[in-house]
């Protein structure tokens, strides 16, 4: 194949997502609850990562086998659960970020629910002002907040040497804002309501991915899966 990326069309699209997630390893029963849970529950959830993006970060995290895991944007708390079920072997510290207080008040509810707390910290504020505040090296970071703040964080996480020379591995999400950083005509299943929205996104997340393949200190890979995901790693000294 010499394109990276199937013409599928919307229908085919969802049953490829079905096709994945059923052929891949489920996630935890607890983390299938809470996932069901948040999507009734917030008439947002959409920004919750799907089933298969929980059962990517289990793996992830088994195969990275991180001692400390940075998140940036920790809605319901979804992805910090699938964090923790991935580091069980290592017993990581997982550190996560938010600032909206429904969604800090929902995610300690739920790491109390799960008994999580050994090993969750959740730290309350904007996440540009706490990352300055954050100290020693991750070796797992994964960027899922607002689109517009991406580049900082990045430019941070680097700056700060926050992320670790060795094993390290930062992924950000949501880079391809429902289809529009790549072009206005891309997602016309986008509705009328969010489009704007999406657009002010995918504009200020093409400027960040544009700029961070420039950066000379890491090597960057954009990958066409979910809404597209890129992994940043330090190049060898
Ligand atoms: C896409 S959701 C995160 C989803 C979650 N990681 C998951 O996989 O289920 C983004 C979250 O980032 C939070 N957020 C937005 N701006 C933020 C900021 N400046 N600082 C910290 N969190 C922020 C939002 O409140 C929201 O809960």
């Given at each position: 194949?010499?394109?990276?990326?199937?013409p599928?069309?919307e229908?085919?699209?969802?049953?490829?997502?079905?096709?994945?997630?059923?052929r891949?390893t489920?996630?935890?029963?607890?983390?299938?609850?809470?996932?069901?849970?948040?999507?009734?529950?917030?008439?947002?959830?959409d920004k919750?990562?799907?089933?298969?993006?929980g059962?990517w970060?289990?793996f992830?995290?088994?195969?990275?086998?991180?001692?400390?895991?940075?998140?940036i944007?920790?809605?319901?708390?979804?992805s910090a659960?699938?964090w923790?079920?991935g580091?069980?072997?290592?017993?990581?510290e997982?550190?996560?970020?938010?600032?909206?207080?429904?969604m800090?008040?929902?995610?300690?509810k739920a790491?109390?629910?799960?008994?999580?707390e050994?090993?969750?910290?959740?730290?309350?504020?904007?996440a540009d002002?706490?990352?300055?505040?954050?100290?020693?090296e991750f070796?797992l970071?994964?960027?899922d907040?607002?689109k517009d703040?991406?580049e900082n964080?990045?430019k941070?996480i680097l700056?700060q040497k926050l992320?670790?020379?060795?094993?390290?591995?930062c992924?950000?999400?949501?880079?391809f804002?429902?289809?529009?950083?790549?072009?206005?005509?891309c997602?016309p299943?986008?509705?009328?309501?969010?489009?704007?929205y999406?657009?002010?996104?995918?504009?200020?997340?093409?400027?960040?991915?544009?700029?961070?393949?420039?950066?000379?200190?890491?090597?960057?890979?954009v990958?066409?899966?979910?809404?597209?995901?890129?992994?940043?790693k330090?190049k060898?000294?």
């Open positions: 194949m010499l394109g990276s990326v199937l599928f069309t229908d085919v699209a969802d049953r490829v997502g079905e096709y994945c997630e059923t891949s489920q996630i935890p029963d607890a983390l299938r609850k809470h996932w069901e849970y948040t999507r009734g529950k917030f008439s947002d959830a919750m990562s799907s089933r298969l993006q059962a970060m289990i992830t995290a088994k195969d990275r086998k991180p001692k400390r895991v940075l998140e944007g920790c809605f319901s708390g979804y659960l699938a923790y079920e580091t069980k072997d290592t017993q990581a997982i550190v996560t970020l938010e600032l909206s207080p429904k800090i008040v929902a995610s300690r790491f109390q629910e799960y008994g999580v050994d090993r969750v910290k959740l730290i309350e504020g904007p002002q706490t990352l300055k505040t954050l100290t020693g070796d970071i994964f960027v907040a607002n703040g991406y964080y990045v941070t700056d992320l670790s020379p060795t094993a390290s591995f992924a950000t999400t949501v880079l804002a429902r289809g529009l950083t790549i072009g206005p005509d997602a299943w986008v509705n009328d309501h969010v489009r704007q999406w657009l002010n996104c995918g504009q200020a997340l093409d400027g960040f991915n544009t700029r961070l393949v420039q950066d000379p200190r890491v090597h960057v890979i990958l066409p899966v979910f809404d597209g995901v890129s992994q940043i330090w060898e000294s």
